[in-house]
Structures are given as structure tokens and as C-alpha cells.
């Protein structure tokens, strides 16, 4: 079994800045792809980021320049750093975990950024 726990959410003006962590217990091998993804009111879950074992990212084009996706494989922790937040980046944000065939997801971390 695999639990993912997100936390770093929160309500931010346009222009700041916000770090999501999402901390992964149980069999959690370190060469698994890990990322986030987000979703918006009305809207369907889109990728953000997502970073593969070797440490390899891949970004949304949307978020590209902004946002920086990290792992600390010790920890088991992937890490999304969000900077020059606009109100359209306005989601929840959900931490995903990829072992073969399967997909395990976190609660998810409301983002909220004003204008």
C-alpha cells in the first residue's frame, strides 16, 4: 500500500510564492516517477509536474519558468516549489505516485492565489 500526504497549501496574492511537500509512506521504491497534478473548479485534473527517479522533470507549459519539481528520495518526499503564482494556477493540487500500472494519489492541497 502507498499513502501520499500533501501539506504547503494556502492563500497567496498574485506574484507570491508557495512550496507543496508530499510525503510518501509504505512500498515506495525510489526509481518510480512521482508528480503533481492539478484541478481546478469545473475543470479536469491536468499534469504540473512530474520527476522520474533519476531525477529527470517534465512541466506543464503553463508552469514552465515558475514552478520547480524536487525529490529527496531519503525522505520520500517530492517537493513543488511555486513561484510568480497567477490566479489562474487557482486548484487543488493532488501529489501522484506511479508504480507500473498503477496510480496512487494524495487528499490534495487547496492553492488559492488572489488577484
Known amino acids: 500500500q502507498v499513502r501520499l500526504v500533501e501539506s504547503g497549501g494556502g492563500l497567496v496574492q498574485a506574484g507570491g510564492s508557495l512550496r507543496l511537500s508530499c510525503a510518501a509512506a509504505?512500498?515506495?521504491?525510489?526509481?518510480?516517477?512521482m508528480g503533481w497534478y492539478r484541478q481546478a473548479p469545473g475543470k479536469q485534473r491536468e499534469l504540473v509536474a512530474t520527476?522520474?527517479?533519476?531525477?529527470?522533470?517534465n512541466y506543464a507549459d503553463s508552469v514552465k519558468g515558475r514552478f520547480t519539481i524536487s525529490r529527496d528520495n531519503a525522505k520520500n518526499t517530492v517537493y513543488l516549489e511555486m513561484n510568480t503564482l497567477k490566479p489562474e494556477d487557482t486548484a487543488v493540487y493532488y501529489c501522484?505516485?506511479?508504480?507500473?500500472?498503477?496510480?496512487?494519489w494524495g487528499q490534495g492541497t487547496q492553492v488559492t492565489v488572489s488577484s
Open positions: 520527476i522520474t527517479g533519476g531525477g529527470s522533470t
Open positions: 501522484n505516485y506511479r508504480s507500473g500500472a498503477w496510480d496512487y
Open positions: 509504505g512500498s515506495i521504491y525510489s526509481r518510480n516517477a
